[in-house]
Structure formats: C-alpha cells, structure tokens
C-alpha cells in the first residue's frame, strides 16, 4: 500500500531506513499532504508512555481526503544528500522533521537548505553529526586478529556509533583492507566482509569483552615504551580521543595507571636534568617561512584555506567559455549565488545583463567568476546579509583566481569593484576612484575598472544610479577596443 493511501486509510506510516522515507515522502508531495497531517513511526521505537495502557482510539493518522495526485517535484540533488546523510543521525523525530524540510522546498521556501534558516541550521547540523561520527568510527575502531584456527573472519572490531554509520563505514574499510576478511560489530547491526562481499546481519556480539588478540600485548608494550610522563597533557589527551572511546581501546586499560604514576613522580624520570637547565639558542626565522609546506586543493569543494567555506552552503565557480578574452571578476557570491551554485544569479547578475545589453556584448562570450568563491555573510533576522571578506580571505582566496587566469587566458580583465582590483593587482596601494576609465597593463593583460552591480542597485540618488550604469557600459565598451589594440599602444 502506498504511503498516501495508508495516510487516507489512517494507518501509520512506519519507515525504516531513508529508501522507505523516500518513496512514502514522494508519494505524499505528489498528493500535496502537508506535514502537520503525517505521523511518521519506525519499528521498534519506543517512547516515554510506551509502557501506559492503549488509548481507546489508535493515535495513529486520522484519515484525510487526498488531492489529486500532481507531477513528482524536482528535488536539487545537493539537498537529497544532505537529506540521506541526515536520515543517518539517531533523532525520534527525524522522518516528520525531513519530510518538513522537502516540503517548504517544493513550496518555494528554498532558504530552508540555508544554515541562516531555523531548519536548515537544523539539517546542517545533523550532517556535521553524522560525518563526525564516520570520522570517530574511522579513528577509533581497533581491529583484533582471531586464530587462524578459527576461521574467517580474521579480523573483528567492536564499535558503539551514536548515529547510523556503518553501512558508509564499512565501504571505507572495504576499500582500505583489500581481500582480507574482517567484520565489525555494533549494539545494532553487524557487517562481514568475505574479501568479495558485505554481508549485513543483525547484532552478533554484545561488547569488546568477547574479543581476545594474541598480538595485543606486544602492542601494549610498544604503547607504554613511547610514552613519555614528561609531556603528559590529560587535558590535551581528553579533548583528542572523547572518553566514550577509551573503553574499547586496547591501551584503553592501561593509561589510568600510566597517568597517575606519570602524577606520582615519572615526569621527572622522563626527561634528564642535564637537558631541563639548558637555556637553548634562538634562531630567528620568519613566521612565513616555519611554517610546513601544504598539499593544496585539487578542488574547489575542497579549498579550506580560509574560514568561510564553514558557514557558506557551497562553492561557487566561475562560469564561462574555457577560452574567453574577457573576464569579469567580482567581489564575492551572494545570497542567491550561495544557493544555487553559480554566479551572478542574483539581483546584481540581473543588473548586469542590463549592462551588457547595452554595452552590445553577450554574457556567454564573457567568464564571470569572483574574487572570494564562498559566501560571507552575517545574519539579520532571517535574513543572510552580505559582509565584505577581509584581505586575509581575498588573499586565501587568489590561489582559485590565478588557476581561473591560466585556464581561461584572458585578454582584458574587468574589474567590478574595490576588491576585485585589488585582488587581480595583488596590492591593497590602488584606488576604484583612481582607475575608474583608466586602463591599467598587468601581467601581460588589460585591466579594465568598472563599479560593482551592488553598488548601483544601494546608491539612492537616481543620477548617481545613472553614472554608475554608463560607467559600466563605458567599461565593456573599453574593454572590447581594448581586445583590437596593440599591447604597447596607450589607451585614448
């Protein structure tokens, strides 16, 4: 029975895992059934009154006239993986709370994928939960190896996740251990890996107790060998491996007796008295230069060189022809551009149509990109304000503009603003107001200066609208002679 048809018969809709809340929540848009009219139940849940005797009536669904049904919604697909890794984190209300989510969206309440949202915050926060407890399960699980006599599998692991992790897991370790059998227990379900396939099951283990390791012992020993009581922090060693974990360590058993001897007087066997009264040299070396050399990002998702990727929804990359003369280069995306992924989709995107329209120059011959690719903001109210990156930011930033510059091989770059001109010149020592209309040579290129969309569309004087407008329309012009001119030959 359908979803919608149990909802109008006033059976409950019981859902297991995110597959069945998929099909019932799709099958529920299509008949248009708002939240507040679904109950949504799992097997086996369990409640504070589930011990008080049945209600006369089953407080289940009340039975409703359904609509006609209508086309299935188009759902963005960064929003259903946000929706499957949520349905992952052990909330007793988590199936009514993502049907609420998916159903303000096909509403038109796109903000509801936004941290600044009451739900959305919600729904990120529920992601960070469950990526942290695939973080913690990858770190702490402690695999042990059984006797060969005993058959596959060789290696056995004991976890207890806060969320439902295992089945993404066990695809981490899949890959990571090769055809080599092992299996991971949890209170809830298990997983087996043959070397050629998962198999799941339910619970066969009750704790780590029933797990024993030959081998364990030389590594207890290897543990307490490099452990130096000199440089005890428990502080440090609480904060880096949470106490739920220490339990089912192996070295879990052995570091309460280590710190209270490194307490009763180890630390001062830990390090020689020669070593603790020389005073040292100073070697003077720039902060810059200390510090380690970093793998950069390959990706733009990937790019943590700054702060802002934590609170922006995505990246957004610049879009364009690959080989395109001209490039427009931006201050930051916006709130619409935050969500939808590309740029200039908002209301200065809008505005700068109008320009190109009567500039006589068509916006799929240009590259648009930014100087920032994240989203700063700050909220008011509901709202997502826009916030001026610093120059820290624009500066982390620069290493995705110049990979943008090489790629695209622009002719003539148009600068939008203050801080995209700071940005393509790589010096905070320029003006907007002193190259306004003056053509600078940069790195074998043009660069042309021009206002920012935002800033007509904020200015209140109706001639100072008009100025900035024609100022940007003399820009593209610039910028088009310019790709017809010599480079040694002076703009007019």
């Given amino acids: 029975m359908s979803a919608a048809a149990a909802l109008a018969a006033g059976q409950p809709l019981l859902v297991s895992h995110f597959a069945e809340w998929r099909e019932a929540a799709r099958d529920l848009l299509v008949h248009a059934v708002p939240p507040e009219l679904v109950t949504w139940s799992q097997p086996g849940a369990v409640d504070l009154f589930s011990g008080a005797p049945a209600p006369a009536e089953p407080a289940h669904n009340a039975s409703i006239r359904l609509d006609q049904a209508r086309p299935a919604p188009h759902v963005p697909r960064s929003l259903m993986d946000m929706l499957q890794t949520a349905a992952c984190c052990r909330m007793p209300d988590r ?13 038109g309440e796109h903000d509801v994928q936004s941290a600044a949202d009451a739900d959305g915050a919600r729904l990120h926060a529920m992601v960070k939960a469950v990526h942290r407890e695939e973080h913690d399960m990858h770190a702490y699980i402690r695999f042990r190896e059984r006797p060969e006599a005993a058959g596959p599998p060789r ?33 809830d379900a298990s997983v087996l890996w043959d070397g050629a396939t998962l198999h799941n099951t339910g619970p066969l283990m009750s704790s780590a107790a029933d797990l024993d390791d ?4 030389l590594w207890l020993t290897y543990y307490r060998s490099i452990f130096n009581p000199a440089r005890l922090n428990t502080q440090v060693m609480q904060s880096h491996i949470p106490s739920r974990f220490w339990k089912n360590l192996p070295e879990g058993a052995i570091v309460p007796q280590m710190v209270t001897n490194a307490a009763l007087g180890e630390r001062r066997t830990g390090q020689a008295q020669a070593v603790g009264r020389k005073g040292g040299a100073t070697i003077p070396i720039a902060p810059a230069d200390a510090q380690p050399e970093r793998q950069q990002p390959s990706k733009l998702d990937e790019c943590r060189r700054c702060e802002l990727w934590q609170y922006a929804t995505q990246a957004v990359p610049g879009e364009g022809p690959k080989r395109s003369q001209i490039m427009l280069v931006g201050e930051q995306p916006g709130d619409q551009e ?21 500039a006589g120059v068509a916006r799929r011959e240009l590259y648009l990109t930014n100087a920032v690719k994240h989203f700063k903001w700050e909220p008011r109210g509901k709202r997502r304000l826009h916030k001026t990156p610093a120059q820290r930011e624009v500066e982390a930033c620069h290493y995705w503009l110049e990979k943008e510059l090489a790629a695209v091989k622009p002719k ?21 107001k002193d190259t306004l209309g003056k053509p600078i040579r940069h790195d074998g290129r043009w660069v042309v200066t021009v206002y920012h969309p935002s800033y007509i569309l904020r200015v209140p004087d109706e001639n100072a609208k008009q100025q900035a407008f024609k100022v940007m329309v003399d820009g593209l012009k610039l910028a088009q002679e310019l790709l017809e001119r010599p480079p040694e030959e002076p703009p007019a």
Avoid: C
């Avoid at 199936?95 to 509403?107: G, M, S």
């Avoid at 692991?157 to 295992?166: G, K, Q, Y």
């Avoid at 030959?214 to 012992?217: C, H, I, K, Y």
């Avoid at 939008?416 to 001109?421: K, P, V």
């Fill in 95 to 107: 199936w009514a709370f993502l049907y609420r989510v998916i159903w303000r969206w096909t509403q």
């Fill in 155 to 187: 290696f056995v692991a004991w976890f207890e996740p806060r969320h439902d992790v295992l089945p993404q897991v066990a695809e981490h370790f899949v890959s990571r251990m090769g055809k080599v059998s092992w299996m991971i227990a949890t209170p």
């Fill in 214 to 217: 030959a081998g364990e012992a």
């Fill in 412 to 432: 003539v770059i148009v600068a939008l603003g203050s801080t995209a001109l700071k940005s393509v010149l790589g010096t905070g020592n320029v003006t907007l």
């Fill in 338 to 358: 935050d969500l939808a992924g590309h740029a200039f989709v908002g209301p200065a995107g809008k505005l700068l149509d109008k320009v190109f329209d009567a």
